[in-house]
């Protein structure tokens, strides 16, 4: 089993940044991707970044890139979601997941395929 608890969210202006982090504990002996996600109001949850085991891969939803950096520190058990130039539409619950097995990036983008999910941080962008 492994626990997820995101942190970081909160109330910004557009073009402001914000850093979540996401702190894993339990199983993290283990090689696991990480990848954060989205969810607004009555909309599915999207893939926004993931990031692999040891960090030399990283993959982004086209809505993001360049705006946003994932990153993770294994020492720390730590995944962050760097957010710069946030804009309106990037208000969300922002959601980290775990993913054991199987790590490319058809299986990475597909919230369906993570095996452990943090409960979410709340970001707003106002505009």
């Not at 626990?3 to 073009?15: I, N």
């Not at 970044?49 to 990283?58: D, P, Q, V, Y």
């Not at 294994?74 to 775990?98: F, G, H, R």
Request: hydrophobic share 35%; glycine share 12%; charged share 15%.
């Amino acid at each position: 089993q492994v626990q997820l608890v995101e942190s970081g969210g909160g109330l910004v202006q557009a073009g402001g940044s914000l850093r979540l982090s996401c702190a894993a504990s339990g199983r993290t002996s283990s090689s696991y991707a990480m990848g954060w996600f989205h969810q607004a109001p009555g909309k599915e949850r999207e893939f926004v970044a993931a990031i692999s085991w040891r960090g030399g891969t990283t993959y982004y939803a086209d809505s993001v890139k360049g705006r946003f950096a994932i990153s993770r520190d294994n020492a720390k058990n730590t995944v962050y979601l760097q957010m710069n130039s946030l804009k309106p539409e990037d208000t969300a619950v922002y959601y980290c997941a775990a993913k054991f097995v199987g790590t490319n990036y058809d299986v990475l983008v597909n919230a369906r395929r993570y095996d452990y999910w943090g409960q979410g941080t709340q970001v707003t962008v106002s505009s």
